[in-house]
């Protein structure tokens, strides 16, 4: 496709499992950011993946967050062990070579 | 800490009018500043940018002005049309920093 795509769109999950999020980003873009965004918050970076470089985790909020990104494409969030506070919609963007960021729609998780 | 602000959590204007949506940050060290619209239910699209070097980008009905020793930037949409109303996010980057995001605007656009 010619945007960026992430699955699912919605996922209702009980508090203590765990999710896997994917994002397929736009062909060709070697970048790709995660982010999330909770009730009236601004989208708070979580992890930078650039090309084959090691990823940026700086912003994974605690160590049940994990991401990776296969061959340079697809890329998966997993959050182990929900809690309620994580709930968000979970955005990813890959990035164009003149640097601007085209997002997917995001996966709105709720955790009960 | 928050390193890019939008302090209107929401703005109502008359179509037609002008819309200035304003954003402010504290680190001098972002050089490159972009505005992203966002309809609900789907990824924030990006809208228009502007590097430190400049005081002003257009686009069409969209202009962004930066001024830097103030810190603050700002979003005018002119004339505003009932399609603009979204929640618009600002936000920045420089440095070592990746892009911080503002909490963002909702506009509404009445007919």
């Known amino acids: 496709g010619a945007g960026v795509s992430q699955s699912p769109s919605n996922k209702v999950t009980e508090k203590g499992k765990d999710v896997e999020l994917r994002c397929d980003p736009i062909?060709?873009?070697?970048?790709l950011y995660w982010y999330r965004q909770s009730l009236g918050q601004g989208l708070e970076f979580l992890i930078y993946?650039?090309?084959?470089?090691?990823?940026?985790k700086s912003g994974l909020p605690s160590d049940r967050f994990s991401a990776e990104r296969t061959g340079g494409s697809v890329s998966t969030l997993t959050i182990q062990r929900t809690q309620q506070e994580d709930s968000a919609v979970y955005l990813c963007a890959s990035i164009s070579p003149e640097d601007t960021q085209y997002f997917g729609p995001g996966t709105r998780l709720t955790v009960l | 800490d928050q390193q890019v602000k939008q302090n209107s959590p929401s703005l109502s204007v008359q179509e037609g009018r002008i819309s200035i949506l304003n954003c402010d940050y504290t680190n001098s060290m972002f050089d490159y500043f972009l505005w992203y619209k966002k309809y609900p239910a789907e990824g924030p699209t990006f809208l228009i940018s502007?590097?430190?070097?400049?005081d002003k980008n257009e686009d069409g009905r969209f202009t962004v002005f930066l001024n830097k020793s103030a810190k603050h930037l700002s979003l005018h949409i002119v004339p505003s049309q009932p399609g603009d109303s979204a929640v618009y996010f600002c936000a920045a980057k420089g440095g070592t920093y990746k892009y911080i995001f503002g909490t963002g605007t909702r506009l509404k656009v009445l007919a």
């Open positions: 502007i590097s430190s070097i400049k």
């Open positions: 993946f650039q090309g084959n470089s090691a990823p940026d």
């Open positions: 062909s060709g873009h070697t970048a």
